[in-house]
């Protein structure tokens, strides 16, 4: 199969219409290292829960075309209270400016191609930050995004800019001819004292299968604020690997949420990089998980400067067959002294064959912190429930309203309230929460 794979991508490779442009050799580097590298397999330990080899073995079918997607279809997609905001659509993981609509001025937002961007008067920037993540995750899924730049997008919020409607990103997947790969590329700069919201959406067109193998890397300067989220609502046959890799490089504030409610094989990959002094950052995900849904979220705090503060929460409920993965991990380094940082991992399991594996980590190297880690696995609690149900609440009512209770911890940390509404809706419905 690995033999197989690399024939298939080192073929579709030089088929990319990119001759002459500004991320040649960025792309090659990224083929070299997939062909290093591999499919990652049971045996690479960041992997050995997530197989995510086998979805190499379906026919796949690598679509550059970004045009058979209508408005109309779109529209179905489209979060609500969002008609002021920008939209940026992207189609089997290539940049649309024709459904997109860029609603904010160009003196607070600029949204461009991300091969324009690396060609012109942003190059140095694209140059300096566009593929750091490498470093963070050195494996053929994330070079195969490298070797497959194509069609990404860059996103600059302005200095000293209050970018009050949030950015809102819609990943769409046409499946309809056949198993479907797609490859978004991203890079987000905050400058100086911008104030920036972002939002990931994904969505899937047809029945059959899709794999969709996303890079957003994102940069915050001094005193700006980033809020980012990210939200997962496909079906059983659509499949994701993330990464999502946020650089502090001045003292600000990031938020990131992740939410994941239906798929099939999903993995997110967050790195939080603190690489200035009194940097501040906080990380929140929830999966409700039903069917055969596999959810693995690997994250990664990187104290490199002192006096950091970091603060991440994660929240899943597994039903049926489903399975969940948190693999954490606290990098505290050498100069990185007065660092606060502290990483939780709540999981409760429903069904009698749902599961889940869960390793927080500590790696320090400083010896002046305050570092805290743990997990908790368990079912609901008993006591709880028999002390509803002497209130009259059925066993299904008390049982959606401890497990809604569970997940609110998560959900206010939304800040656009039309996204935190329509995020709590789909898990009320999920839970049969009708108080």
């Known amino acids: 199969m690995q033999k197989e794979a690399k024939e298939f991508f080192n073929t579709r490779f030089h088929e990319q219409p990119v001759n002459g442009s500004a991320l040649a050799g960025f792309r090659q580097q990224g083929l070299d290292m997939f062909n290093k590298l591999g499919i990652p397999a049971v045996k690479h330990e960041e992997w050995k829960y997530t197989r995510v080899n086998a979805l190499f073995n379906n026919d796949l079918t690598y679509n550059l075309d970004a045009s058979g997607i209508s408005k109309a279809e779109l529209d179905s997609f489209r979060l609500p209270q969002t008609a002021n905001a920008t939209s940026l659509v992207l189609v089997n993981g290539v940049y ?98 911008c104030e920036l919201q972002l939002v990931e959406y994904y969505g899937t067109i047809g029945n059959e299968g899709s794999f969709t193998n996303e890079v957003i890397e994102i940069v915050a300067e001094a005193a700006s604020v980033l809020d980012y989220y990210k939200i997962q609502h496909e079906g059983p046959h659509a499949n994701h690997v993330g990464t999502t890799h946020v650089r502090q490089l001045g003292k600000c504030l990031t938020n990131a949420v992740t939410i994941s409610l239906s798929g099939g094989l999903i993995r997110n990959n967050l790195n939080m990089i603190m690489e200035s002094e009194r940097g501040e950052s906080h990380m929140y995900g929830l999966y409700l998980l039903n069917g055969k849904t596999h959810v693995d979220n690997h994250t990664i705090v990187d104290n490199v400067q002192p006096n950091c503060f970091s603060n991440e929460l994660y929240k899943g409920i597994m039903d049926e067959k489903s399975t969940g993965v948190f693999n954490g991990k606290i990098f505290v380094r050498q100069d990185a002294q007065k660092t606060n940082a502290y990483q ?14 869960t ?77």
């Open 359 to 435: 390793k927080p980590q500590l790696e320090i190297f400083a010896d002046d912190v305050k570092c805290s880690h743990g997990c908790t696995i368990g079912r609901l609690d008993e006591e709880a429930l028999f002390y509803l149900r002497t209130r009259g609440i059925s066993e299904k009512n008390a049982q959606s309203l401890m497990l809604h209770a569970f997940a609110v911890d998560i959900l206010e940390n939304i800040k656009p309230q039309a996204l935190k509404v329509f995020v709590d809706h789909i898990i009320s419905e999920r839970l049969d929460f009708n108080f």
């Open 96 to 193: 649309s400016p024709e459904l997109s609509d860029i609603k904010h001025s160009v003196k607070d937002l600029l949204v461009l191609p991300l091969e324009t961007a690396a060609a012109g008067e942003y190059g140095a920037i694209v140059k300096k930050h566009l593929g750091h993540s490498a470093a963070y995750h050195p494996d053929g899924i994330h070079a195969l995004n490298t070797a497959f730049t194509h069609g990404g997008i860059f996103i600059l919020g302005k200095s000293n800019r209050v970018i009050t409607e949030p950015v809102y990103i819609y990943h769409i997947t046409d499946s309809r001819s056949g198993f479907a790969f797609a490859q978004p590329r991203i890079l987000a700069y905050a400058e100086q004292q």
């Open 344 to 357: 939780s991992n709540k999981n409760i399991l429903l069904g009698d064959a749902s599961s889940v594996n």
